[in-house]
Protein backbone atom coordinates (compact mmCIF):
# COMPACT_ATOMS: atom_id res chain seq x y z
CA UNK A 1 0.00 0.00 0.00
CA UNK A 2 3.08 2.50 0.54
CA UNK A 3 4.31 1.89 -3.02
CA UNK A 4 1.36 3.41 -4.75
CA UNK A 5 1.11 6.27 -2.07
CA UNK A 6 4.74 7.42 -2.79
CA UNK A 7 3.84 7.09 -6.48
CA UNK A 8 0.87 9.50 -6.31
CA UNK A 9 3.28 11.84 -4.02
CA UNK A 10 6.50 11.87 -6.57
CA UNK A 11 4.33 11.32 -9.32
CA UNK A 12 4.03 15.86 -9.93
CA UNK A 13 7.66 15.49 -9.87
CA UNK A 14 8.14 13.11 -12.38
CA UNK A 15 6.02 14.36 -14.91
CA UNK A 16 7.60 17.71 -14.26
CA UNK A 17 11.21 15.97 -15.26
CA UNK A 18 12.62 17.01 -18.81
CA UNK A 19 14.05 13.91 -20.40
CA UNK A 20 16.44 14.46 -23.34
CA UNK A 21 17.30 12.02 -26.12
CA UNK A 22 20.33 12.54 -28.06
CA UNK A 23 22.82 9.90 -30.63
CA UNK A 24 26.11 9.79 -29.91
CA UNK A 25 29.05 9.85 -32.44
CA UNK A 26 28.76 5.88 -32.39
CA UNK A 27 25.23 5.64 -32.80
CA UNK A 28 24.68 5.05 -29.06
CA UNK A 29 21.24 6.24 -27.70
CA UNK A 30 21.64 7.85 -24.84
CA UNK A 31 18.82 8.87 -22.35
CA UNK A 32 19.70 12.11 -19.78
CA UNK A 33 17.89 14.88 -17.93
CA UNK A 34 20.90 17.08 -19.09
CA UNK A 35 20.81 17.67 -23.38
CA UNK A 36 23.40 16.49 -24.93
CA UNK A 37 24.48 17.54 -28.45
CA UNK A 38 21.80 17.63 -30.62
CA UNK A 39 19.10 16.01 -28.01
CA UNK A 40 15.72 16.69 -28.76
CA UNK A 41 13.18 16.30 -25.45
CA UNK A 42 11.02 13.53 -25.41
CA UNK A 43 7.86 13.63 -23.59
CA UNK A 44 7.17 11.13 -20.86
CA UNK A 45 3.90 10.66 -19.56
CA UNK A 46 3.53 8.47 -16.15
CA UNK A 47 1.62 5.42 -17.00
CA UNK A 48 -1.48 4.72 -14.73
CA UNK A 49 -1.92 1.03 -13.63
CA UNK A 50 -4.87 0.04 -12.58
CA UNK A 51 -5.27 -3.47 -10.91
CA UNK A 52 -7.53 -5.98 -11.68
CA UNK A 53 -10.21 -7.35 -9.58
CA UNK A 54 -7.91 -10.86 -8.78
CA UNK A 55 -5.02 -8.75 -8.05
CA UNK A 56 -7.10 -6.81 -5.59
CA UNK A 57 -9.05 -10.07 -3.90
CA UNK A 58 -5.55 -11.61 -3.44
CA UNK A 59 -3.76 -8.32 -1.58
CA UNK A 60 -7.19 -8.25 0.43
CA UNK A 61 -6.24 -11.78 1.22
CA UNK A 62 -2.66 -11.01 1.98
CA UNK A 63 -3.43 -8.62 4.53
CA UNK A 64 -6.09 -10.96 6.11
CA UNK A 65 -3.57 -13.33 6.22
CA UNK A 66 -1.01 -10.72 8.27
CA UNK A 67 -3.81 -9.28 10.27
CA UNK A 68 -4.31 -12.91 11.24
CA UNK A 69 -0.77 -13.30 11.99
CA UNK A 70 -0.40 -9.75 14.04
CA UNK A 71 -3.31 -10.82 16.42
CA UNK A 72 -2.00 -14.63 17.01
CA UNK A 73 1.22 -12.87 17.77
CA UNK A 74 -0.18 -10.11 20.29
CA UNK A 75 -2.41 -13.11 21.62
CA UNK A 76 0.66 -15.37 22.09
CA UNK A 77 2.90 -12.28 23.51
CA UNK A 78 -0.05 -11.70 25.92
CA UNK A 79 0.18 -15.41 27.16
CA UNK A 80 3.52 -15.56 27.54
CA UNK A 81 3.16 -11.74 29.72
CA UNK A 82 0.47 -13.76 31.96
CA UNK A 83 2.51 -16.80 32.67
CA UNK A 84 5.45 -15.28 33.58
CA UNK A 85 3.69 -12.77 35.88
CA UNK A 86 2.07 -16.26 37.39
CA UNK A 87 5.30 -17.72 37.71
CA UNK A 88 7.31 -14.79 39.08
CA UNK A 89 4.06 -14.70 41.84
CA UNK A 90 4.55 -18.51 42.60
CA UNK A 91 8.63 -17.89 43.02
CA UNK A 92 7.81 -14.56 45.60
CA UNK A 93 5.75 -17.23 47.46
CA UNK A 94 8.15 -20.07 47.32
CA UNK A 95 10.91 -17.60 48.64
CA UNK A 96 8.59 -16.25 51.40
CA UNK A 97 7.65 -19.54 52.70
CA UNK A 98 11.56 -20.46 52.70
CA UNK A 99 12.72 -17.69 54.73
CA UNK A 100 10.18 -18.03 57.23
CA UNK A 101 11.50 -21.52 57.83
CA UNK A 102 15.06 -20.37 57.83
CA UNK A 103 13.43 -17.80 60.91
CA UNK A 104 13.50 -20.89 63.04
CA UNK A 105 10.78 -21.21 65.59
CA UNK A 106 8.18 -24.33 66.00
CA UNK A 107 6.15 -25.64 62.96
CA UNK A 108 3.27 -27.74 62.90
CA UNK A 109 0.00 -28.42 60.95
CA UNK A 110 -3.75 -29.49 62.42
CA UNK A 111 -4.63 -32.89 62.52
CA UNK A 112 -7.87 -34.08 61.61
CA UNK A 113 -8.95 -33.98 65.55
CA UNK A 114 -8.10 -30.50 65.27
CA UNK A 115 -5.36 -30.64 67.25
CA UNK A 116 -1.49 -29.77 66.75
CA UNK A 117 1.13 -31.76 65.48
CA UNK A 118 4.42 -30.17 65.30
CA UNK A 119 7.38 -31.16 62.84
CA UNK A 120 10.51 -32.19 63.77
CA UNK A 121 13.53 -30.81 63.00
CA UNK A 122 14.20 -33.30 60.34
CA UNK A 123 10.83 -32.63 58.42
CA UNK A 124 11.68 -28.67 58.72
CA UNK A 125 14.64 -29.83 57.06
CA UNK A 126 13.29 -31.72 54.51
CA UNK A 127 10.83 -28.57 53.83
CA UNK A 128 13.50 -26.59 53.28
CA UNK A 129 15.36 -28.39 50.69
CA UNK A 130 12.17 -29.09 48.99
CA UNK A 131 11.43 -25.45 49.04
CA UNK A 132 15.32 -24.75 47.83
CA UNK A 133 14.71 -27.29 45.37
CA UNK A 134 10.88 -26.19 43.54
CA UNK A 135 12.58 -22.57 43.58
CA UNK A 136 16.10 -23.49 41.66
CA UNK A 137 13.65 -25.52 39.53
CA UNK A 138 11.17 -23.07 38.48
CA UNK A 139 12.88 -19.38 39.75
CA UNK A 140 16.35 -19.65 37.89
Known amino acids: MRIPLLLFIFMPLLASAEIYRWVDAQGQVH ?6 SGAEQVEVRPQVIERDEATRAREARTERFFEARRQEQQAADQLASEEHARREQECRRLRNELSKLAQGG ?3 RTDAK ?3 VYYSEEEVS ?3 RQLAGRIEQ ?3
Open 106 to 108: RYF
Open 138 to 140: HCN
Open 31 to 36: FGARPG
Open 114 to 116: GER
Open 126 to 128: AAR
